[in-house]
């Protein structure tokens, strides 16, 4: 049917594929899975750590500043977004997704401003071609590919095994209780948003050299995140994780078998059908998570 | 009490709407058609929204699924314009059994998801099948085949549009302010406001969901029937996400009475925004930044809790 | 609940309806003053200025193209003008921002025409802003000038108003460089193309232009909308071909790096359309596999790729250096194979409207106008029209014209070959003169 290399390739890219998606959807775990809040800005902050890598790159600094600037300038820009705004009013659901989606739109057109309309890119600051079982593959994409999953696994290990996990949950879940007990939810919130916004600005960078840097970047891992961190289980970091690999896994095994579109179309339809045959979150009272 | 005066409120609505038309200049005659189209497409939405408290994000697919529906009828089949808007209606809601039997079954984020991810397939599917629909890039009608051909002797374009779609709005109105004031309409709020109890005294809530999935999808797939009959162009794009998107910024614009709400919402987004347009040239930053300041607005209204069912100090 | 809360529930819902339609009022009064976007007026006292609707992508996914558009009309307007405008008129250029969006586009053609009041409309590139938008100018009674590739107004999907003189058309490009490939690079050809409209057009050209003269499409991958990687679909390459026919647009540079690292150095030739990297610099990290590939392009990027007075006269007025960027940033690539169509449909507007004797917005008018633009066969090479001369084919309301080839040599763009128009000629049986126009 297709030769052998082909189906290793098609491992090997969906896998590598998969633990970037998983990567970039871990702060949305993080602020919609456990912290309860739709935050829209999701994917501008990873186009803005893209961003950031790409301004470094072309002031004639070495990329590897990029990956410490900019997580702290999406966390940072997360950080403010939370105080100024949606802190404001308690993270409210039908409020902060009009405000999200209104920031979202703010930071697409200063980001068209900065950097314009074209699509930029930055050089991989090594970047051998690999031969690997009958098939080439970019050495920094798989550098790339290991990274994300070393630090998302980290992740987990810190969300979940932590107290941060826990304070972050408490704080959703039962604020008057948690301040009742001396925790100090809107700091709790704080550092989640915080944490949120450096993973994701570090994984703009981080993915910057292989793939293309432009204005309206964000919305497709935006809506790319949300259905990650669905399939995975909302608020499972470690559910993120699994749903981010297979779903890398699943796109390229259908890209095998079918035409381009229709894998695609596949690929959507499965991951469907699983969220409907889990059969989960039967409601109790409509919008709950 | 408080029942009749907003629904006087609904009726009021299409009344001054007919009257402003006279004094309106031509452009925003225009644009005020087409927002009325759009204001069914939130009623649609709001009834999935508000009624049930289900947040969908693929409501594009069943605006869509009308406009396929009354569109490729036109324009394969045959230029009538009544049976295609019927063709439109029966499609979208035909749809929306499909969609509601799977979706409803799951809540919250699930069905949020969920039903993204079904109405991409939908575009892809489009997408796929460009022979027949056009793809992204679209089919025109023949003027015969669309609403305003059909009135063509008796009404100039401008005219048969806003009246046309004022008449659908209108119907669309009645019919949401008298389910809202229904038996089922009771059912539908106490269904997002307490699913367990509703339950236990025994209703099938599976099946009241879908029902009212199924009413929010056919008044959507109305509207995009209406589109694509009243502007005789159809095209993939409206199957887009985006389009899924908007009504929920409407309908969370509009406020709590169902009655006048996604009106309200669909017509304060949409002339901002022209307005926007009109007078500056960033107005995509213009409307960003409107939203968010709705955003802090909307603040004083308790129903943003009681409509996302979030429960509030009760442990 | 008593009747002072029912009262107060009916006032709040009387005052917020009440703002809507006092909002809606404001909209009205403000934007029927507005004039809107930027606009390059010079009004001489008494003579009525010639108002022409410019219908930009300046934000969405044509922001690239849009820019340079825009930057494009303003030079056009402003040098037709300063040398005596259109028939002593000058020329008001009023400029919206449709977003790329079909559905704005249609606001904004009636926005144009119904608050603006404008003569001509111009400016779409992306096919389904176009097809959006052309019946809505047609129903308006308004010329409508698109300056995309597409094939809906050649193609006869739209209606008897709209226009696309100054630009050529993909089934024209396609036709005229697809001969160069067959006889220079090979007959075994793999196709990789966007799967929308843009792409079909490709495909069936090709394949169309492979029964003529000979070649054969060995496969065809059509890529959906929205990928960000690549790697996956190029499995499907076949190993034995001669060339490999690329037109990818979104993620372009992840595609070519992607496509560098699975094939390698034993590469079929590379045939790809400028459209994928329009706007973008070559020397852009991940495009060096691009050397020695060849592209089409419709009016080479580097002047030395075809340079006479007119081309070096025309990237003056617009301010492009000779190696096709913005004289004032380097750094930021112009759109030259396809921006020269909004420049070159001015001045056809201006050609039309002086020799029909246009003078109002009356029906006699623009019958004048349309009849006698389609009775236009030809356009010189000159100032007007510097990319090249151009057969204006009044049936389709399409202007056929030359086409480069170029390879790409130490990272610039280096001409091979330049169609004759013959080339690119090919039949449809749409007729616009039959329709009726009121």
């Not at chain 3, 232009?209 to 790697?231: C, D, L, M, Q």
Request: charged residues 15%; aromatic residues 10%.
């Amino acid at each position: 049917m297709f030769p052998l290399e082909h189906l290793g390739l098609a491992l090997f890219d969906g896998l590598v594929n998969g633990s970037v998606m998983a990567f970039i959807a871990l702060g949305l775990t993080i602020v919609f899975g456990i912290m309860n809040v739709v935050n829209l800005t999701h994917g501008e902050l990873y186009m803005l750590g893209a961003l950031t890598c790409w301004l470094l790159v072309q002031s004639m600094l070495p990329y590897a500043s990029a990956l410490i600037v900019a997580p702290l300038v999406s966390g940072g820009v997360a950080v403010i977004i939370n105080m100024l705004i949606l802190q404001r009013f308690g993270h409210e659901p039908g409020q902060t997704i009009l405000a999200t989606f209104g920031l979202l739109l703010i930071l697409q057109q200063v980001a068209l401003a900065i950097m314009g309309p074209a699509p930029r890119s930055v050089q991989a600051p090594f970047n051998p071609v690999i031969e690997l079982a009958g098939f080439s593959y970019s050495g920094f994409k798989l550098v790339a590919g290991l990274v994300s999953i070393s630090i998302s696994l980290l992740v987990w290990l810190v969300v979940e095994g932590s107290r941060l996990g826990s304070l972050l949950r408490a704080s959703q879940e039962n604020r008057m209780m948690a301040e009742s007990l001396g925790i100090d939810t809107n700091r709790v919130f704080m550092v989640g948003f915080a944490l949120a916004g450096a993973l994701v600005g570090f994984a703009g960078a981080l993915t910057s050299p292989f793939r293309q840097i432009h204005f309206l970047m964000g919305l497709d891992a935006l809506a790319m995140s949300f259905v990650v961190v669905v399939l995975g289980g909302v608020g499972r970091v470690g559910g993120t994780i699994t749903a981010g690999l297979a779903l890398g896994l699943l796109e390229s095994l259908t890209a095998l078998l079918l035409t381009p579109t229709l894998a695609r179309v596949l690929t959507v339809a499965l991951a469907l059908l699983y969220i409907v045959a889990r059969r989960l979150g039967a409601p109790r009272g409509g919008w709950r998570y | 009490m408080r029942v009749k005066i907003s629904a006087l409120a609904a009726l009021v609505a299409p009344l001054a709407l007919a009257a402003v038309y006279p004094l309106l200049p031509e452009y925003q005659r225009a644009l005020m058609s087409r927002v009325l189209i759009l204001s069914i497409y939130s009623y649609g939405y709001a009834v999935c929204f508000q009624m049930i408290g289900l947040m969908s994000l693929g409501h594009a697919a069943l605006f869509a699924s009308g406009m396929y529906g009354a569109g490729l009828y036109a324009f394969y089949v045959s230029p009538d314009p009544l049976a295609a808007l019927l063709v439109g209606v029966a499609a979208s809601t035909l749809l929306s059994i499909l969609f509601g039997l799977v979706s409803t079954r799951v809540g919250g984020s699930y069905f949020m998801i969920g039903t993204l991810l079904a109405s991409q397939a939908l575009y892809l599917a489009a997408l796929h099948f460009n022979e027949v629909t056009g793809g992204e890039q679209g089919l025109v009608l023949k003027k015969e085949a669309t609403i305003v051909g059909a009135l063509g002797p008796l009404l100039s374009e401008l005219d048969a549009r806003y009246f046309t779609s004022l008449a659908a709005l209108t119907i669309v109105i009645v019919c949401v302010t008298i389910l809202s004031h229904s038996r089922l309409g009771r059912l539908f709020h106490a269904l997002r406001d307490d699913e367990g109890k509703l339950e236990a005294l025994g209703y099938n809530t599976s099946a009241l969901k879908l029902v009212a999935f199924t009413i929010s999808g056919a008044l959507s797939g109305a509207s995009g029937a209406l589109q694509a009959l009243l502007y005789g162009y159809i095209g993939a794009g409206y199957a887009g996400i985006l389009n899924s998107v908007e009504p929920v910024l409407w309908v969370l614009v509009g406020g709590p009475y169902i009655q006048v709400g996604p009106l309200l919402g669909c017509l304060a987004v949409n002339l901002l925004s022209d307005l926007a347009r009109g007078l500056l040239r960033g107005h995509v930053l213009t409307v960003g930044a409107g939203l968010v300041a709705l955003a802090f607005a909307t603040g004083r209204l308790r129903w943003a809790y009681r409509l996302l069912g979030v429960s509030r100090g009760r442990g | 609940m008593n009747r002072r809360q029912a009262l107060s529930s009916l006032l709040k819902t009387g005052v917020v309806a009440a703002g809507a339609a006092g909002l809606g009022a404001a909209a009205g009064y403000f934007s029927a003053r507005a004039v809107g976007g930027q606009t390059t007026s010079g009004l001489e006292t008494g003579v009525r200025p010639i108002k022409i609707g410019f219908q930009v992508h300046r934000t969405g996914i044509g922001a690239p193209y849009g820019y340079w558009y825009e930057r494009v009309a303003n030079a056009a307007v402003n040098y037709i003008n300063k040398t005596g405008g259109i028939a002593g008129r000058l020329i008001e250029l009023i400029a919206e921002d449709d977003e790329t969006s079909p559905a704005k586009g249609a606001q904004v053609v009636e926005r144009l025409v119904l608050a603006h009041n404008v003569d001509f409309i111009l400016g779409a590139l992306f096919s389904d802003v176009v097809l959006a938008s052309g019946p809505r100018a047609g129903e308006l009674k308004r010329p409508y000038f698109a300056v995309s590739e597409g094939t809906h107004v050649p193609f006869g999907k739209l209606n008897r108003w709209c226009f696309q003189p100054g630009i050529t058309d993909v089934p024209g490009q396609v036709t005229a460089v697809a001969k160069w490939i067959f006889e220079n690079l090979g007959k075994r050809v793999a196709m990789i193309y966007p799967d929308y409209a843009f792409g079909h057009d490709h495909r069936d050209a090709l394949t169309k232009a492979a029964e003529r003269y000979g070649g054969r499409i060995i496969e065809k991958i059509p890529i959906p909308p929205g990928e960000t990687s690549f790697t996956k679909y190029f499995t499907r390459i076949p190993r034995d071909i001669d060339v490999l026919y690329h037109v990818m647009v979104g993620d372009v540079l992840t595609f070519i790096r992607e496509l560098g690292v699975y094939l390698g150095r034993e590469r079929p030739e590379l045939f790809g359309f400028i459209d994928s990297i329009e706007a973008v610099p070559l020397s852009s990290p991940g495009l060096e596999y691009l050397e020695g590939t060849y592209f089409w392009e419709g009016f080479p990027r580097y002047a030395d790729g075809y340079d006479t007075l007119y081309s070096r006269f025309y990237r003056e007025a617009v301010g492009v250096d000779e190696n096709g960027a913005d004289k004032s940033d380097p750094s930021r690539v112009s759109a030259f194979s396809h921006m020269f169509g909004v420049w070159e449909t001015l001045f056809v507007i201006k050609e039309a409207v002086e020799q029909s004797g246009y003078s109002g917005q009356t029906q006699r008018d623009y019958e004048a106008f349309i009849k006698t633009l389609e009775s236009m066969d030809w356009f010189n090479e000159g100032l007007w029209h510097p990319q090249g001369d151009k057969l204006f084919n009044g049936r389709l309301h399409q202007s056929f014209g030359h086409q480069f080839i170029s390879v790409v040599r130490n990272g610039r763009l280096v001409v091979v070959h330049r169609t004759e128009i013959e080339d690119s000629l090919y039949e449809h049986p749409n007729d616009y003169t039959r329709q009726s126009l009121f």
